[in-house]
């Protein structure tokens, strides 16, 4: 009998360890997908594991009741597709999918291609600039799927280059003559080294008060010491049309100037150390290395993936319990601006048609002057209609537009932990904006509630150095979001506001509530574009609160087109049931604009408790985010 109840026990027990165990399915860089996945036999690729687990969960494999592990050992898994995750690839709480790192491994996603056997230029490059000639390296451009890849970034062992422009710093971009808005022409003073007689690729890249525009050159006619440009469509009709925000031309002077601009992307601009350009028609990309570079022993990257990760569920089918834990998402490209333009509303999000209304009023907004419809730029991590989801510990850097984006109908996801670093746009976002159907202006409130992004959570997150391309993009990005808690964030080296909360301009019942955004450390912030705050707000939302964070170290920008238009905290139009309060920074400017009823402010300022002030931004368990990381790199002043 002792016996018989020994074995038993035994039995219960190794029960009860199978169920707690997760079941492990190895990749390597030195993997085969024939492998059967353990530790010593692992697949090659991310998408053969999770095919693997999907298989396991079909067939409700014992294996699983612990859950799965995808545990990728050290190296660079270079994808040709984006990794998609599907409902069929969902956990359970008892029995999640994590996707992570091997110990002490670092597992890098990257969707770059190396650009390789470069040598130094020793023939006449037709249209370089005198002084560049002797200095500039060669290579082919990378050959993806049969043809040569179009690209608007490159990197340098991970130090991104700058595309050639005509201006080398931001400081020294002239301003705008004219615009002549029927011919849909813009002048500009003609550049002391000219300008080529054909554009061919060439870009302008203007700054429009809290937004930037992103227009492909057609022509160049020069008239003196001037020259008139013209532009390609779409972005041609919607730069001319749209209202806001348009290029500043200062009649009146009761603003700082006309609006800068710059010109890039061509050949002729290529006369500085860490420049580069690709020639589409040789087929060659040029760069002039910097101080210390030796490109025969250099690693050269070119993006060549949009999305590196899609997580896509449905509304009646989402995806469930997928965890990413310590993993790098390296390298993406955005070519939408080379194809079709780039003309901002706000927050990045692009116009698809704008115009200025001549009779004012919509039948649910009887002031409003213009209407609007945008379109989202993709992230390299995307994810529509999951839940229970989240990123702990992971990188995401080198890509070319939003980093990590919770699209819609997500909820109860978690963002921790993890550092968005040279983002060319939007480090987080999260929440539906406006649908392309919908006029921006509109509030979103739709009948089925599943499609609002929930309680989701972002905390002990390091952004820095993101909206270093597009310069109307955010730190952290939400549009019409519930229950959203953003904490102990730290947020720096942004090019517009730290943290923008809501869309809409509206004061009517929409889709927001009880968000909270608290104990955040933002600085450093509105590096290039003003109409700008640490914390910003749009619309209706009742019950939320901004309490407890740190704003201060705010940048001077000599050509912000109103020098005094900046602010810690700003409440925006259609703002409402608002309460903000204990928010810590270096003086009272605050701005409230146009806000409906029953906002809140109490004892926000300078006299706020010193502990209020040291607690906010990154926990003592995340700290370590920080080392290495350097604000203020190239120390542009800052307003006091």
Request: glycine share 8%; with cysteine.
């Amino acid at each position: 009998m002792k016996k018989l109840v020994f074995l038993w026990s035994i039995l219960l027990l190794s029960l009860v360890s199978l169920k707690s165990r997760a079941a492990e399915i190895w990749v390597a860089t030195n993997g085969n997908d024939a492998n059967t996945g353990t530790k010593n036999s692992p697949k090659l690729t991310l998408a053969a594991a999770l095919r693997h687990a999907r298989e396991l969960r079909r067939l409700n494999d014992p294996s699983i009741a612990g859950g799965i592990h995808i545990i990728l050992t050290g190296g660079e898994y270079v994808l040709d597709e984006s990794i998609f995750i599907r409902p069929e690839d969902s956990g359970t709480s008892s029995s999640p999918t994590i996707i992570e790192n091997a110990s002490d491994e670092k597992a890098v996603l990257t969707g770059g291609v190396n650009t390789t056997n470069w040598k130094k230029s020793v023939v006449h490059i037709s249209g370089l600039p005198k002084q560049s000639q002797g200095n500039i390296w060669e290579a082919n451009i990378p050959e993806v799927g049969g043809g040569n890849l179009l690209f608007r970034q490159l990197w340098v062992n991970g130090t991104k280059a700058t595309r050639a422009r005509e201006s080398n710093t931001d400081e020294s971009m002239n301003r705008i003559l004219s615009i002549d808005k029927q011919k849909q022409e813009i002048w500009i003073p003609l550049p002391k080294s000219g300008l080529p007689k054909s554009p061919g690729q060439m870009e302008m890249v203007i700054h429009q008060m809290w937004a930037i525009a992103n227009l492909r050159v057609k022509s160049i006619e020069i008239d003196g010491n001037k020259a008139g440009l013209t532009f390609y469509q779409p972005e041609s009709k919607i730069e001319f049309e749209h209202p806001w925000p348009a290029p500043v031309i200062d009649k009146t002077h009761k603003m700082n100037g006309n609006s800068a601009f710059y010109l890039n992307n061509s050949i002729a601009f290529l006369d500085k150390p860490g420049e580069w350009y690709e020639d589409l028609k040789s087929g060659k990309v040029y760069y002039w290395p910097r101080k210390g570079e030796d490109l025969n022993h250099s690693k050269v990257v070119v993006p060549s993936l949009e999305k590196l990760v899609q997580v896509c569920g449905t509304i009646d089918r989402p995806v469930s319990y997928v965890f990413f834990k310590r993993i790098n998402f390296e390298y993406s490209t955005w070519l939408r601006p080379s194809q079709k333009g780039h003309v901002p509303l706000q927050a990045g999000m692009y116009l698809l048609d704008a115009y200025k209304l001549k009779i004012k009023g919509t039948p649910e907004k009887s002031g409003l002057e213009n209407q609007a419809w945008v379109g989202r730029p993709p992230a390299a991590v995307e994810l529509t209609y999951v839940n229970h989801t989240g990123f702990e510990g992971c990188t995401f850097t080198h890509l070319a537009s939003s980093g990590l984006d919770y699209i819609r109908g997500d909820h109860d996801d978690k963002i921790k932990g993890n550092l968005f670093s040279d983002i060319g746009g939007t480090g987080i976002q999260i929440g539906t904006y406006s649908d392309e159907g919908l006029e921006a202006h509109l509030p979103y409130n739709p009948k089925d509630t599943r499609d609002v992004c929930t309680n989701e959570h972002i905390e002990n997150n390091l952004i820095t150095d993101v909206t270093n391309e597009d310069w109307g993009s955010l730190g952290i990005s939400a549009g019409y979001v519930k229950k959203i808690i953003i904490e102990n964030n730290e947020i720096s080296d942004v090019s517009y506001s730290g943290i923008s909360l809501g869309w809409g301009w509206t004061k009517a019942a929409n889709a927001m509530s009880d968000n909270i955004i608290r104990a955040n450390k933002i600085h450093h912030y509105a590096r290039h574009m003003y109409d700008v705050a640490g914390i910003y707000t749009l619309s209706a939302q009742p019950n939320t609160v901004i309490d407890s964070n740190y704003v201060d170290s705010i940048y001077k920008v000599s050509y912000a087109h109103d020098p005094e238009h900046w602010f810690y905290l700003y409440c925006d139009e259609g703002s409402s049931y608002i309460t903000v309060k204990n928010n810590w920074c270096p003086s009272e400017k605050f701005l409230k604009n146009a806000n409906g009823p029953d906002d809140v402010w109490e004892n926000n300022g300078p006299q706020v408790s010193n502990s209020i002030k040291e607690s906010a931004g990154l926990q003592i368990p995340y700290q370590y985010l920080l080392k290495g990381i350097k604000v203020n790199p190239d120390n542009q002043p800052l307003n006091h």
